[in-house]
């Protein structure tokens, strides 16, 4: 089975820089995404990482460590419409479907 | 046009009813979802189906039952409903070729049973 595990809400300043941390357990791994969700709203994809290191994309950036069993999002200058949920989902060589982390649910303050 | 598209949007049924979910999907993917998401407990997978012929419980099935009336539809049925599957209902979707390729959701059905 898998266990992924999120801090369940975090908080930060607009224009700083927040690290939100997951960590999994899983038989076969098989890539990691993180989806951003703001509330009341569906999901959407963020970043994928498979292979060990970091992926950049503009303000947003994701980590992943294979042997550790883990990976954070980290969010540059940070804007007020980035408040919202950021779910990491981990897929296994075993399953055909993803396992979603509890979410964490992000405040930015003014 | 939305991609991915769900109906109802919002509904409100009684304990017992038999409810159906529908999603349909115009980006030709051949994978498709049902999850269920609740306060607290992130997105659980409930059914999902890489084709017409091949449909896969998920982690929460029990209660539920889906049906792929064609590449493009998904649908999820509720035989009868209890308050305790109130909750916000996501589909979606996801081309099958490479590993890479991330899920897009619809806008979700939010269902309340009373």
């Known amino acids: 089975g898998q266990n992924i595990d999120q801090p369940t809400e975090m908080t930060a300043t607009e224009g700083a820089i927040v690290q939100i941390n997951c960590t999994y357990q899983t038989s076969g791994f098989n890539g990691l995404f993180w989806y951003q969700q703001h509330a009341g709203e569906a999901p959407t994809f963020l970043s994928y990482?498979?292979?060990?290191g970091l992926e950049e994309k503009g303000r947003f950036s994701s980590f992943l460590s294979r042997s550790k069993g883990y990976s954070y999002l980290l969010l540059k200058e940070l804007q007020m419409k980035d408040s919202a949920s950021y779910l990491c989902?981990?897929?296994?060589?075993?399953?055909?479907?993803?396992?979603f982390g509890s979410g964490t649910r992000l405040q930015v303050q003014p | 046009d939305a991609d991915v598209t769900q109906t109802p949007r919002n509904r409100i049924t009684k304990t017992g009813k038999r409810i159906m979910l529908e999603c349909s999907q115009t980006?030709?993917?051949?994978?498709m979802y049902w999850y269920r998401q609740d306060p607290g407990l992130g997105l659980r997978l409930i059914y999902y189906?890489?084709?017409?012929?091949?449909?896969n419980k998920g982690e929460i099935s029990d209660g539920y039952s889906v049906s792929r009336q064609a590449q493009a539809k998904f649908s999820l049925s509720l035989e009868s409903a209890i308050p305790n599957q109130t909750a916000l209902y996501f589909c979606?979707?996801?081309?099958?070729?490479?590993?890479?390729?991330?899920?897009?959701f619809g806008p979700g059905t939010r269902l309340t049973v009373l």
């Open positions: 979606a979707t996801r081309e099958g070729v490479s590993g890479y390729n991330e899920q897009f």
């Open positions: 189906s890489f084709d017409v012929k091949d449909i």
């Open positions: 980006k030709g993917h051949d994978r």
């Open positions: 989902a981990v897929r296994d060589t075993g399953r055909r479907a993803l396992t």
């Open positions: 990482n498979v292979l060990d």
